[in-house]
């Protein structure tokens, strides 16, 4: 297959690999732990701004609460370890339904509600948990938190000495979890892209643009609401499975309402509803800190002149935020090639 | 028992006189802008730190000065000093962004807390700042239950300043174009009303209630930090939801209420989940009857 | 065939009295034309009707079996009743295609996974959706317009955009909220042409207008509304010269 029918035939396909295979190669080629620990770190990031961007910026539900989400993935796969265990591999599905259950239960309430308010209320949400985790003490260790969560394992095949498997455990070498989040990021971005380029993402499209026109035109909007919060939330999940089994520790400070704007910063900077620039918000805003070490105390001073300097002159973020063009000229093509 | 419950009653209607002075400025704006102004809760925190830069002031300079004179001189300072915070915020960060969607003037709202909490931050610094006593320490005794000198000042410059808002709104011509800027920008402008002028009274009007309970705040409990405008604003944001947002008197009734009900709550319950209960309330009144007690739903146009 | 069958229907929003007792019936292949001053309550009734607005008394029959009435406007769109509306509600920053393609979502099956999987009835569905979003175009006369953003389309085709949107739902009955305001003469005798064509592919119309020159040539029959209720009724020619009409009027239309 040559490389244009490629890009025609799996559009997603092709950006994807285009725009992460780069990274595959970078810890072979700067072995620099530090490096690679900030852009293992980035790439949750970046995971947690797509999902964020399935609900505020496919759907327009603000919600102020997304941290609430990851805490309730990191400390799902934590107790689940430290109770029964569980592996990784298997926490990790696990997490992300737990977050996504949530997320369905505190939507059912409050999808109904006008959208700043629903943003108040999941910034209540996303308050309660932290302060319960915090508080619940006996459950979740209060203050204090999870310690000694697994590292995930992996069977891997050895040949030397006769062909055996052997149990390797992901140690506090960042490469092996980079690699995770990477493939990680690679999926979902991929997935979010069919997505969009489908009924349901048009629908969510609508469903931001006028809600009442849509529901008139035959979208279920509380479902289809309900779906884009659940995925969001799912996606949180994940991220918060592996941020906990690479930390090893969580703690309920880790998850609090300045994360939720911090990621709520990256979506709109990327541009809303735009799945790549989620990852460019993600890339700009979680390596920034590290570049400006030095201005360490004026971090917040700086992000909230940021966001206010955003909206007024850029509300649109940096890539602009429409979705994917579709190029509808060559799917007419192809669409007039196959009937004839 | 009755004493401790009438006594948490009165602690909590402190309190709550505090959060209705904020709750104020939060249904006010809302009220003309349709705007949950996110950076109020930082004007409070300000105006807590501005009064306590006037205590120290006093303090260096006047160390004999009687009290009701610093305390006048306080508030005075902390009101004039938000109502420019409150207009530089409404002309820089909301005023360009009118015609925007609702979401966009929220983040901006947001950004503008963070950078005002984080500014007061590098000049007070991170630690928790106490806040000198200049109120005597007079109180009242009545069996076991007891009112102090500084609970009556609260009471008293509260309940002055909502009646005096109240008047306001009610028999000024400024006031009533507020309220025809509320129900209709449109037609007040019309009518010759300037639409802006009135926008920035409200910021300006929000922001000195806003500071004085922030300034009261600090006297009450004797130590302010930069943290304590984000808690104090979602509160005064709930209240002023639960009283109807958009009503002056919603406003008033909510704050009370809510500092009854977290007094009472954190007396008789705990005090380490009496923000949990908050933000459940916040919650609750949100999605069941967002219209609060006081306020009238707001149809959608087709 | 009874298409419609409103009964008794009263509306009160807190205090004013939009709709009072008022029954309207619209049938097959009908072109009903809905005529009144404004804040007759002739929106009031749309909105009524497609769900948007809960009913206080009374009864919105469809097809004679299903009742409209406390239906969310989706389900009633799916019933076979679409609409456009005065204010135009188009998806401005989506393109013609994507607009249109919009209303075949309820007459669609795939959902989330069918979405992430690739199935071949989300494949089968796109090309179905696309090639009925551009017939449907053409049907309007927008055929050339389909890649572009609906946001930068000339008004007057902005609102055959949204006739097209609603045509996409595969409805029984379709409202037009004054789909010719603001239009000059040229532009409103093609909108008169694609009403009847409309009509003719069986689906029936009720249509709110101002414009007399329009209402009056493409009505079967015209309904007169004042104040909430139903003043008059009739073939056209009769609705011209009733007295009650035009005293309602007073001088309009």
């Known amino acids: ?340 | 028992m009755l004493e401790l419950f009438i006594q948490q009653i009165l602690n909590g209607l402190t309190i709550g006189m505090v959060y209705a002075l904020i709750a104020l400025g939060y249904t006010m704006v809302y009220g003309v802008i349709q705007l949950i102004n996110f950076a109020h809760g930082e004007v409070f925190m300000v105006g807590a730190y501005l009064a306590l830069t006037v205590m120290w002031i006093f303090a260096s300079l006047f160390p004999g000065a009687p009290f009701w004179l610093v305390l006048i001189s306080l508030l005075l300072f902390s009101m004039l000093g938000s109502a420019v915070l409150g207009a530089a915020i409404e002309k820089i960060a909301y005023r360009p962004l009118r015609g925007s969607p609702k979401l966009t003037a929220l983040i901006t709202s947001i950004g503008v807390s963070f950078f005002l909490q984080n500014a007061v931050m590098l000049i007070y610094g991170l630690k928790e700042q106490s806040v000198p006593e200049i109120i005597p320490d007079v109180r009242w005794h009545l069996g076991d239950l007891s009112f102090s000198l500084i609970q009556l000042i609260i009471f008293a410059t509260s309940l002055g300043l909502m009646f005096f808002l109240s008047w306001f709104i009610k028999h000024t011509r400024t006031g009533k174009a507020m309220r025809a800027c509320a129900q209709d920008p449109e037609a007040a402008q019309l009518v010759g009303i300037s639409v802006n002028q009135i926008i920035r009274t409200t910021f300006v009007l929000g922001s000195m209630l806003a500071a004085v309970g922030g300034a009261l705040f600090g006297m009450y409990y004797g130590s302010i930090n930069f943290h304590d405008g984000y808690l104090a604003g979602l509160k005064a944001f709930t209240a002023a939801v639960f009283g109807g947002i958009g009503s002056v008197p919603g406003a008033m009734i909510g704050g009370i209420l809510l500092g009854v009900f977290e007094g009472l709550g954190a007396g008789y319950i705990s005090s380490e989940w009496k923000d949990v209960f908050a933000f459940l309330l916040l919650g609750a009144v949100l999605i069941f009857k967002p219209s609060g007690i006081l306020g009238e739903p707001l149809p959608d146009k087709v | 065939m009874n298409l419609l069958e409103v009964k008794s229907v009263s509306k009160n929003f807190g205090g004013v009295a939009a709709l009072k007792n008022i029954s309207v019936k619209v049938n097959d292949r009908e072109i009903v034309g809905l005529i009144g001053p404004n804040g007759a309550g002739k929106t009031s009734f749309f909105n009524c009707v497609t769900g948007l607005v809960p009913i206080d008394r009374g009864e919105i029959l469809f097809r004679g079996a299903l009742r409209l009435n406390g239906l969310p406007p989706h389900r009633i769109l799916e019933a076979g009743v679409a609409r456009t509306f005065q204010n135009l509600r188009i998806f401005k920053h989506m393109t013609l295609l994507e607009n249109v393609a919009i209303g075949f979502h309820a007459r669609t099956k795939s959902g989330l996974w069918d979405a992430l999987l690739r199935t071949r009835r989300l494949k089968v569905e796109e090309k179905k959706i696309f090639t009925g979003s551009r017939e449907l175009l053409a049907f309007v006369g927008l055929e050339k317009h389909g890649n572009d953003t609906a946001a930068f389309l000339p008004y007057g085709h902005q609102k055959r955009l949204e006739i097209a949107r609603a045509l996409a739902s595969g409805p029984k009955l379709l409202l037009l909220d004054e789909p010719v305001a603001g239009m000059n003469p040229q532009e409103k005798n093609e909108i008169i042409a694609l009403v009847r064509k409309i009509r003719e592919k069986g689906i029936a119309v009720l249509l709110i207008e101002h414009d007399m020159k329009v209402v009056m040539p493409l009505s079967d029959r015209v309904i007169v509304m004042d104040e909430g209720a139903k003043i008059g009724e009739g073939l056209p020619d009769e609705i011209q010269n009733n007295p009650r009409v035009i005293q309602a009027y007073l001088g309009e239309g």
């Open chain 1, 1 to 340: 297959m040559s490389l244009s029918r490629i890009k025609s035939k799996h559009p997603f396909f092709f950006q994807v690999v285009l725009f992460l295979f780069p990274f595959v190669l970078l810890p072979i080629l700067d072995k620099n732990i530090y490096h690679i620990d900030l852009l293992t770190s980035v790439g949750i990031y970046v995971l947690l701004a797509m999902g964020l961007n399935v609900a505020v910026g496919f759907t327009g539900l603000l919600n102020l609460g997304y941290a609430a989400f990851f805490a309730l993935g990191a400390y799902t796969y934590a107790l689940l370890n430290l109770h029964w265990g569980c592996p990784f591999w298997i926490g990790l599905p696990i997490a992300g339904a737990v977050s996504m259950v949530f997320g369905v239960v505190i939507g059912l309430p409050s999808i109904r509600v006008r959208g700043d308010y629903l943003a108040i209320t999941t910034l209540g949400f996303g308050e309660i948990v932290r302060i319960s985790f915090n508080n619940l003490d006996e459950w979740t260790g209060g203050p204090n938190g999870i310690l000694g969560i697994d590292r995930p394992q992996l069977w891997l095949p050895v040949f030397k000495g006769g062909f055996h498997w052997k149990l390797w455990s992901f140690s506090v070498n960042p490469t092996p979890y980079f690699y995770l989040v990477l493939a990680l990021v690679a999926v979902t971005a991929y997935l979010l892209f069919r997505m969009s380029d489908s009924k349901m993402g048009r629908a969510l499209v609508a469903i931001r643009e006028d809600e009442l026109a849509a529901s008139c035109m035959g979208i279920p909007t509380l479902k289809i609401k309900l779906i884009a919060f659940g995925l969001s939330s799912f996606i949180a999940g994940i991220a918060g499975a592996v941020f906990a089994s690479k930390q090893t520790i969580v703690t309920p400070d880790s998850f609090d309402f300045v994360l939720s704007v911090l990621i709520l910063a990256m979506v709109v900077l990327g541009g809303m509803g735009n799945i790549w620039g989620s990852a460019l918000g993600a890339l700009v805003l979680g390596t920034l800190p590290e570049l400006l070490r030095g201005f360490a105390a004026y971090r917040m001073l700086l992000f909230g002149l940021l966001m206010i300097l955003m909206m007024i002159f850029r509300p649109q973020g940096i890539l602009g935020g429409q979705l994917i063009r579709r190029e509808l000229a060559s799917r007419q093509k192809e669409a007039d090639h196959e009937s004839a």
